[in-house]
């Protein structure tokens, strides 16, 4: 009772902004905290915003105990939070506390309440030093619940805290090698082949050094290019400006020493793989698929990479471990050669200058990995889990675990039981599909911090969405893109979703990669490389980039925006037969060809074709129930002002359309009470209705995703039989379409189609050709 009673009291006499700071993050802001006569150890709280500077460790702040000179100059990597910050998101959320403060004392009481009756876990909170008070000591424990990754599904998992007992532990500057792995020998014994590790394709690349004359072939000398052919990735394009052209070829058989895995990968990852590997696999193929070798050994050489095929019905797991394996092997290999000169630095003689201890970037982050969902999140780092994870017995700590799991796992019951859609579309769409999030995390050998700050983790993994709110537009106060400057791996996955999301967020963010910092954090320049103090990283970044299909923005992409001096690999297999195959309905298709003097102008050119030869044909009332097609939201926009500029009998039905308007459009079109129905394709990637009614369809231009032109004209079959005599498919596409063109009618009658420049009438009878 007596604690009930402290709790109480210490909400009364807290003001608006403390009582909502407490509500959020579970704990008092450290401004008000008590500070007793004699030090003690300072607890650091990341702040729940989705900025995550202000979630950064402050070193004036919390650094309360006597350092000596030597640490201090270790110190690096570290960022302080602007104060200012902080007022700010006090002062926009008080006007929230005002109109929620008898909420806020109810929420409060019983917070307090459940605090003490956690009896039975009382035992499994981390020792913390006497408080001062008994409200301070609930706090406490209620902080050590929210980091303790051992609770039950009963507890919060909103709460952000760094755990301050293994804060050291994540600390690269303050750790040594021989703390870090019980395994440090055998990485010592290995490192003492000087043989194999300079034969280490990590060491390789980040220890080669350029010259001025090499970043200015780079920027000005055109690429050239090699064709090579390997088994089971097909046609690779090598293309580079300071390597010579040279036919790639692929290793038939991989030996678990050439992959130059830091321990213990070499334990782990055959465990974790064995879902992929099948029984006919040879000897040789016991660590890696075959499509994984080919990969794994393009990565390995650090090459960026376009993998234009991957499916995430088929090969998509199977990529994601291959390219974990690989981000996680970089990041312990680089820990590791920190740690290492940790060490020799403290051994070596006072007032030595070596400059050899040259281990690291102006930041501290080394991989970014851009996902879509946070279900993709979610996978990644159980992933990471389960290859630092040696056996049973030894466990990795993961902090953060429980809060993690919570705001990134799913609830199966969500999803509606009758619900029923296309087997890809329930593989994209899987899990928790939050397009907006981000997440730090600090690695070393055995333990994981999750939700770590930017400036303390290596690896982030975020959408294009969270990476977007960070990164600011000019003029924004708030933003932050230091934590770009020293990334070594870029990997984008599912590229072809982000067409869907907002493409923009993809380019604005390659705009801001590997650019010098605006602030030091804290970093040690004696310890920083000189790729990186030369603003050269983004010449040494390698980029992965993972798509389900070919796209010209994709292309455009990996070749305007990856400067990777080791050159680029992509994969460009041409499509023997398209989507046009697997139509089963017998429907006559005209392609349509418009003639565009530039890939600017054919935007333009397409509208006017469209209004001025095609619409007319279908004003007519015979030509009812017509469905247009169109990929562009602009293009969109654009048809449905002209539709209500001349007064046309139409409906639309977009994204952003409510359910109900959907429901509308829908009955209407069935219904023959509208003509035409305006479609975009981004509602159909969201939501794959079948759309009832469709006699005439006009592709406005050719779909994004091959397999949609397909699915459309399917939809025929829904309207029932009877009517097929009068049903009809136009498609508009110019020269620029090529790509798209090929993967539905295939790569032979693409040739044929652009050489022609006539109208090509195609009939499928259903039957695959």
């Avoid at 680089?334 to 102006?362: I, M």
């Avoid at 690896?459 to 600011?472: F, Y």
């Avoid at 209004?611 to 969109?636: G, N, Q």
């Amino acid at each position: 009772m007596g604690k009930r009673r402290g709790g109480r009291a210490l909400l009364r006499g807290l003001s608006k902004k403390q009582k909502q700071h407490l509500r959020q993050f579970g704990e008092e802001h450290p401004f008000h905290d008590k500070v007793p006569g004699r030090p003690e150890a300072t607890q650091i709280c990341d702040l729940s915003d989705n900025s995550d500077k202000s979630s950064a460790e402050s070193d004036s702040e919390t650094e309360v105990e006597q350092v000596s000179v030597y640490h201090k100059l270790l110190a690096t990597l570290k960022t302080s939070p602007e104060s200012e910050s902080e007022e700010e998101e006090e002062d926009e959320s008080e006007s929230e506390a005002e109109e929620s403060e008898t909420e806020m004392d109810s929420e409060g009481s019983q917070e307090t309440r459940e605090a003490d009756g956690g009896g039975e876990d009382r035992n499994d909170v981390p020792e913390q030093e006497e408080a001062t008070d008994t409200a301070e000591q609930m706090l406490s424990q209620e902080q050590a619940d929210g980091i303790d990754t051992s609770r039950g599904p009963g507890h919060g998992v909103t709460e952000e805290f760094t755990d301050v007992k293994h804060e050291s532990e994540f600390s690269l500057e303050t750790n040594f090698m021989e703390e870090e792995s019980g395994d440090c020998n055998a990485d010592k014994r290995d490192g003492s082949s000087s043989q194999a590790f300079s034969e280490d394709p990590f060491k390789q690349h980040m220890d080669k050094e350029l010259q001025e004359k090499d970043i200015e072939k780079m920027s000005t000398l055109p690429k050239t290019s090699s064709q090579s052919q390997w088994p089971r990735l097909g046609q690779l394009t090598f293309s580079s400006t300071l390597e010579k052209p040279k036919t790639l070829k692929a290793d038939k058989e991989v030996d678990v020493k050439q992959l130059y895995l830091h321990k213990p990968l070499e334990s782990t990852w055959p465990k974790v793989n064995k879902q992929f590997l099948s029984s006919v696999n040879k000897p040789s193929d016991a660590f890696l698929t075959p499509l994984q070798r080919e990969l794994f050994s393009i990565m390995n050489t650090y090459r960026d990479l376009f993998y234009p095929e991957r499916n995430a019905l088929t090969n998509g797991e199977e990529i994601r471990h291959a390219y974990c394996l690989h981000a996680l092997n970089h990041v312990l290999k680089a820990n590791s050669q920190v740690l290492s000169n940790n060490a020799k630095k403290r051994d070596q003689k006072p007032g030595a200058d070596n400059d050899d201890h040259r281990d690291q970037g102006l930041t501290r982050p080394k991989v970014l990995m851009i996902v879509p969902f946070r279900e993709c999140a979610l996978r990644i780092v159980h992933i990471f889990i389960n290859l630092l994870e040696v056996n049973e017995k030894r466990k990795i700590d993961v902090s953060n675990k429980k809060r993690f799991k919570g705001e990134f796992g799913s609830d199966p019951e969500e999803k509606p039981p009758n619900l029923k859609r296309p087997e890809d579309y329930e593989a994209v769409f899987a899990g928790n599909i939050d397009d907006h999030f981000r997440i730090g995390v600090a690695i070393l050998q055995k333990s994981m911090r999750l939700y770590a700050p930017f400036y303390s983790s290596d690896i982030i993994i975020a959408s294009p969405l969270g990476m977007r709110t960070v990164i600011g537009a000019e003029g924004e106060k708030k933003r932050d893109f230091d934590f770009l400057s020293s990334i070594e791996i870029l990997i984008i996955d599912q590229a072809d979703i982000y067409l869907m999301q907002n493409w923009e967020h993809v380019l604005h963010l390659m705009k801001h990669m590997n650019l010098l910092p605006l602030e030091s954090h804290g970093v040690d320049f004696s310890r920083v490389r000189m790729l990186n103090l030369n603003n050269w990283c983004r010449y040494y970044r390698q980029t992965l980039l993972f798509s389900a299909l070919q796209d010209p923005q994709l292309n455009s992409v990996f070749n305007k925006h990856c400067f990777n001096y080791m050159g680029q690999v992509a994969i460009r297999n041409v499509p023997l037969s398209g989507s046009i195959s697997h139509v089963v309905v017998q429907l006559p298709h005209v392609f349509r060809r418009l003639e565009a003097e530039s890939s600017t102008s054919v935007i333009d050119t397409r509208f006017q074709f469209f209004i001025d030869k095609v619409l007319p044909e279908y004003r007519d009332a015979i030509m009812s129930h017509t469905l247009i097609y169109i990929p562009s939201y602009f293009d969109y926009v654009r048809l449905r002002n002209y539709f209500k500029k001349e007064e046309l009998n139409f409906t639309h039905i977009c994204e952003y359309t409510k359910k109900a308007g959907v429901c509308r459009a829908r009955r209407f079109f069935l219904k023959g009470e509208k003509q035409f129905l305006l479609f975009t394709e981004r509602f159909h990637f969201y939501k794959r209705y079948t759309i009832k009614g469709i006699r005439n369809l006009i592709f406005y231009e050719l779909p994004t995703y091959s397999h949609f032109y397909s699915e459309i004209c399917n939809m025929m079959k829904a309207t029932g039989s009877g009517v097929d005599a009068t049903w009809t498919c136009t498609v508009l596409y110019s020269k620029y379409d090529a790509q798209k063109l090929a993967a539905v009618v295939g790569i032979e009658r693409t040739a044929q189609m652009l050489q022609s420049k006539k109208n090509v009438h195609l009939f499928v009878t259903g039957e695959s050709e």
